[in-house]
């Protein structure tokens, strides 16, 4: 018997760059907390982009482990078949 691959679902591709997008915008924060910019926009104080950064990284991690795809234990589904 050969058995099929299993299918891997969308969500979790989705959380992968949902991930990424939070650590590349988290980063980038993160670096203008550290170094502000000479003309910093109106409403900088709020630092947007951590929160949206953090926001985006913790669904795609919540998304990423929700949604990976796990190796199913093919024997006892054998045993309840026979």
């Given at each position: 018997?050969?058995?099929?691959?299993?299918?891997?679902?969308?969500?979790?591709?989705?959380?992968?760059?949902?991930?990424?997008?939070?650590v590349?915008?988290?980063?980038?924060?993160?670096?203008?907390?550290?170094?502000?910019?000479?003309?910093?926009?109106?409403?900088?104080?709020?630092?947007?982009?951590?929160?949206?950064g953090?926001?985006?990284?913790?669904?795609?991690?919540?998304?990423?482990?929700?949604?990976?795809?796990?190796?199913?234990?093919?024997?006892?589904?054998?045993?309840d078949?026979?």
């Open positions: 018997m050969t058995s099929k691959p299993e299918a891997v679902s969308i969500w979790f591709f989705v959380g992968v760059l949902l991930a990424f997008y939070g590349v915008i988290t980063g980038e924060g993160l670096y203008h907390l550290a170094a502000p910019p000479e003309r910093p926009v109106v409403l900088a104080w709020l630092h947007a982009d951590l929160w949206w953090a926001l985006l990284l913790a669904a795609g991690l919540f998304y990423c482990y929700h949604f990976a795809p796990r190796k199913v234990d093919r024997s006892a589904e054998a045993d078949g026979a």
